[in-house]
């Protein structure tokens, strides 16, 4: 392949300086012949151009936008983008990726990658249209949640068709639990994305444009696309998903089964149980009434998002999306059984900018907070904080949103509340890495130890897998690092984590006729493992995280499930030690510190990162012990089997 022909790219990435008002482009050559696209060309960027002695509020900070290498091609479930940047809980990898009609609509309009760094004095938004840009002022759009910033934008610039990425309130306000919010419903959340966002002063991203990529071989691409729609037709769920959306397909025994899997905290994480009767008020046919449609984000066959509309009573609302995080969010968190409640909580974070995973954890602290005598009524603005007030939680969204009243100490995520608070608060702020997390990890240990070792800070959309059976630790690590360079690698070529019935073996074929280059599975996954170890050394250097990090929060390991048919279970620091080892084995990586080795980034050619971390002492050697526990591990590795429905 001659990359300056850019076959399946737009070719280009858009760098844009705030502080002195200039924008130019480069090519995307250097960086797509090695990490492909989106989520790793993003990673190597932010690893290799942010200091390590900077905060994530600096103006010399960067936030990246960066499209998937299938986005726009047409290929099905292909509409992906990744945004990165310093996370404002610790300082080290802030990471979201999101779908909707933006990621398509950016490559269309000319970019692959946008990198902003600086701050900009006034509000502005950019504008990219077929291949041309423009910085707009935004003042007018400041103060306006994301639903009414599009409705403007498009009525200002004259065209319906237009596509925006935008914040709202949280993120001009600065709250750690703020999003970027595509096209209405779509969250690029954890991480405080939308923080930077605000911090830089910039409103919105505006893109359109009608330029779709040239393919290598558009032929075989053809051939290649319809054996993987036939194989999405062939999922059972797909009749389902079409007509009430990912939530709304499950059957009763679909909708208890993360009940059962402790996938579902109840009362910030006090037990992993909801009784049933409860999940059945909150989910399957009584979600499904308020279900008008369903819509999908751009080349996706499946439309699995709900278009909800609630016709009247306080909750009254009319808009698209309510995900299975939305029923932890709202309802098991804090034990509420109001569903109407829960979707309008979910509408409205939308609109305001927040992150419903962050922003739910802290208002669950707070709620036991309040249960425990430690936040009372008069620090609430008169707001009763008992479990199952819906109305509380929904305004304390709003609190938190503007920063007013106790939201103030809410918008800085649960450790730095508990910080100020005291009293023993500090004991339910359930955080990973800094970062408030929303998970229940007691009972599967496969999902727990994937959330707790993420880079991202206690997220589950990276390594978090399934354990078999359930409560077992046999086995974890190895699904572990198998989801985690497979979810690294779709990152890269945008597909969504919820297609069904595809393979790595499909993706790099098709990836080869896009783009003229050779590409196998293995490499494939070996891309995904060099992103992993990017952002494990970005935060070695930036945030200083260890081996001392990759642990549960105490409540997981001294307070045990309260009911349902796995009570009793809690996580055995004794075992999580022994699946720590065997992780680190996998990866190569120093058992004793967590650190990396020279002998692990010079196997996956990375040695740019090596000479880093060599240069601030933070690099090791693999002693014989763990050269041989590192051969004998990649002996047994899973294949990648995770299912999200």
């Known amino acids: 392949m001659n990359i300056k022909k850019s076959y399946g790219y737009a070719g280009k990435i858009l760098r844009v300086d705030l502080s002195k008002n200039k924008i130019r482009s480069q090519h995307i050559g250097k960086y797509a012949k090695r990490f492909v696209g989106g989520r790793g060309i993003n990673q190597w960027i932010l690893f290799n151009e942010t200091d390590p002695s900077i905060d994530w509020l600096d103006s010399k900070n960067i936030i990246i936008y960066g499209v998937g290498a299938l986005v726009g091609t047409g290929l099905p479930c292909a509409s992906r983008l990744s945004i990165d940047t310093k996370n404002v809980f610790n300082n080290g990898v802030g990471s979201a990726n999101v779908g909707g009609h933006f990621p398509t609509e950016l490559k269309q309009a000319g970019f692959d990658h946008i990198v902003i760094t600086g701050k900009s004095r006034t509000p502005v938004f950019l504008w990219i249209h077929d291949g041309h840009v423009e910085l707009k002022d935004a003042t007018h759009l400041w103060g306006k949640n994301t639903w009414k910033t599009e409705e403007i934008i498009r009525r200002d610039l004259g065209d319906k068709k237009i596509k925006i990425s935008s914040i709202g309130p949280a993120g001009e306000n600065l709250v750690r639990a703020s999003a970027i919010i595509n096209d209405r419903c779509h969250a690029a959340g954890g991480s405080g994305v939308g923080a930077v966002m605000g911090s830089k002063k910039i409103k919105a991203i505006a893109v359109r444009g009608e330029n779709r990529p040239i393919l290598a071989n558009q032929e075989n691409f053809e051939e290649l696309k319809q054996k993987i729609i036939s194989k999405i037709n062939a999922d059972p769920n797909l009749h389902d998903l079409r007509r009430w959306g990912f939530y709304g397909t499950s059957s009763q025994s679909k909708v208890y089964r993360p009940i059962e899997w402790g996938y579902r905290p109840v009362k910030n994480g006090q037990d992993d149980y909801w009784e049933h009767q409860k999940v059945e008020k909150t989910g399957g046919d009584n979600f499904k009434k308020f279900v008008k449609g369903t819509t999908s984000c751009s080349s996706c066959p499946i439309s699995c998002i709900p278009i909800i509309e609630i016709t009247e009573g306080r909750y009254k609302t009319k808009g698209e999306g309510f995900w299975n995080n939305h029923h932890n969010s709202f309802c098991t968190q804090i034990d509420n059984d109001n569903l109407e409640a829960a979707i309008y909580a979910a509408h409205l974070s939308n609109q305001l900018g927040l992150d419903t995973d962050n922003v739910a954890k802290v208002i669950a602290w707070a709620f036991e907070c309040y249960e425990k005598g430690i936040i009372k009524k008069e620090d609430t603005d008169?707001?009763?904080?008992?479990?199952?007030?819906?109305?509380?939680?929904?305004?304390?969204?709003?609190?938190?949103?503007?920063?007013?009243?106790?939201?103030?100490?809410?918008?800085?995520?649960?450790?730095?509340?508990?910080?100020?608070l005291g009293g023993g608060s500090e004991h339910f702020a359930i955080c990973i890495k800094g970062q408030d997390s929303l998970d229940g990890i007691r009972i599967?240990?496969?999902?727990?130890?994937?959330?707790?070792?993420?880079?991202?800070?206690?997220?589950?959309?990276?390594?978090?897998?399934?354990?078999?059976?359930?409560?077992?630790?046999?086995?974890?690590?190895?699904r572990v690092f198998s989801r985690e360079c497979y979810k690294?690698?779709?990152d890269s070529l945008g597909i969504c984590a919820y297609a069904p019935n595809q393979s790595i073996e499909d993706y790099?074929?098709?990836?080869?006729?896009?783009?003229?280059?050779?590409?196998?599975?293995?490499?494939?996954?070996?891309?995904?493992?060099?992103?992993?170890n990017i952002e494990k050394a970005f935060n070695t250097l930036h945030a200083g995280f260890t081996r001392k990090d990759d642990y549960p929060p105490e409540r997981f390991c001294t307070e045990p499930v309260k009911s349902g048919p796995h009570a009793g279970e809690k996580i055995d620091l004794g075992e999580w030690e022994k699946m720590l080892n065997k992780y680190y084995a996998l990866h190569g990586?120093?058992?004793?510190?967590?650190?990396?080795?020279?002998?692990?980034?010079?196997?996956?050619?990375?040695?740019?990162i090596a000479k880093k971390l060599e240069k601030s002492n933070k690099l090791k050697l693999l002693s014989e012990e763990e050269k041989v526990m590192h051969e004998k591990s990649k002996e047994k590795i899973f294949p990648v089997t995770y299912r999200w429905y």
């Not at 199952?388 to 809410?410: C, D, F, H, T």
């Not at 599967?444 to 978090?464: D, E, N, Q």
């Open 382 to 420: 008169g707001l009763e904080l008992k479990w199952g007030n819906a109305e509380a939680m929904i305004e304390l969204l709003k609190k938190i949103a503007y920063r007013k009243g106790i939201g103030q100490l809410l918008a800085d995520g649960a450790k730095r509340a508990s910080e100020k």
């Open 444 to 478: 599967s240990k496969g999902w727990g130890f994937g959330i707790v070792t993420s880079t991202c800070a206690g997220r589950h959309l990276r390594g978090a897998a399934t354990s078999e059976p359930v409560t077992s630790y046999d086995g974890v690590p190895e």
């Open 488 to 490: 690294a690698a779709i």
């Open 508 to 532: 790099s074929a098709v990836l080869s006729s896009v783009t003229g280059l050779e590409y196998c599975p293995n490499k494939i996954l070996k891309i995904g493992q060099q992103i992993q």
């Open 589 to 608: 990586w120093d058992r004793e510190t967590g650190w990396q080795t020279k002998e692990c980034l010079y196997e996956l050619s990375l040695p740019e």
